[in-house]
Each structure stands twice: as C-alpha cells, then as structure tokens.
C-alpha cells in the first residue's frame, strides 16, 4: 500500500510546478483524496481535495485561482497543479487518501519558491 508523490523542486516566485501522487496497493477510486502541506515550524494544513468521483472539489483560501486538483483514476493518480507560486508556499506537499476510517498518507515532497 502507498501513494508516492513526485513533481515537487525548486521553483521561482511567479512560476508553476505540477505534482503527482502515484497510488498502488489498493483500490484508488474509492478514495478521496486530498494535497496538504507543512512549512517549517507550522502545522500541516489542507491545501486541496477532490471527491472520489466527478469534478467535486475544494481549496484553501490561499490557494482558490492558482492551485487546481485532479485526479485520473484509471491512471491512480491525483495532481496539484500549482500556478503562480509565492514564497509562502514553500512546504512539503503531502497526499492523502481517505475511505472512510481508513487514511493513508504519502511520504511528501518538498517545494520551495525563491529566487
């Protein structure tokens, strides 16, 4: 069972990343799912989440118009896209997968916005 991200690096403020979050071990469409991220010396915070099915999605206020979550189920994988970066969106990005009481999470990947 794991959800691997990828995508994450060192970026520019003003430009994009797209992350990725790979399920394997498990049966990914009956999972919502969701992207959260932890700053440094802050607590880990809902960044975007999408229903296990169709386009039902929500975001944090910081990120409403320039983050976009997705998801291929065929491809068991769900995505953040990331637009307009700001400094204040360095963290590790984490997915997680809910069904229910049952959560997994993902190891993480680091993004950092600077120039």
């Known amino acids: 069972v794991q959800l691997a991200e990828s995508g994450g690096g060192l970026v520019q403020p003003g430009g994009s990343l797209r992350l990725a979050c790979a399920a394997s071990g498990f049966t990914f469409s009956s999972y919502a799912m969701s992207w959260y991220r932890q700053a440094p010396g802050k607590e880990r915070e809902l960044v975007a989440a999408?229903?296990?099915?169709?386009?039902?999605?929500n975001y944090a206020d910081s990120v409403k118009g320039r983050f976009t979550i997705s998801r291929d189920n065929a491809k068991n994988t769900v995505y953040l896209q990331m637009n307009s970066l700001k400094p204040e969106d360095t963290a590790v990005y984490y997915c997680?997968?809910?069904?229910?009481?049952?959560?997994?999470w993902g190891r993480g990947t680091q993004v950092t916005v600077s120039s």
């Open positions: 997680k997968g809910t069904m229910g009481p049952y959560v997994r």
């Open positions: 999408i229903a296990r099915v169709g386009d039902n999605t």
